[in-house]
């Protein structure tokens, strides 16, 4: 039989996963199966946190703003969005 190369595909995701844990601790930056749950894991929270960024801005825009205008701004309507 020809003797078959394994191990391409894995090898270079397991590279990519290794790439994106610079900077875990621990196992989470050695052992593949660990890189690959914490990578998962913190793409996901950057996700969610990117979410909550923006609630938190469109919230100060909706009931922190108009303390910033002038009293004839006010009356009028007329909110200045940054």
């Known amino acids: 039989m020809v003797r078959t190369k394994r191990g391409n595909v894995a090898a270079k995701r397991r590279k990519k996963y290794l790439s994106l844990a610079k900077g875990y601790v621990g ?7 660990m890189i690959a749950e914490q990578v998962v894991q913190s793409l996901n ?6 979410k909550l960024n923006n ?6 825009y909706s009931y922190r703003l ?17």
């Open 66 to 82: 108009p303390l910033y205008q002038t009293v004839s701004q006010f009356i009028l309507g007329q909110a200045t969005v940054f």
């Open 27 to 33: 196992s989470n930056s050695r052992l593949s199966t």
């Open 55 to 60: 609630n938190q801005k469109s919230w100060y």
């Open 45 to 50: 929270f950057a996700y969610i946190g990117r």
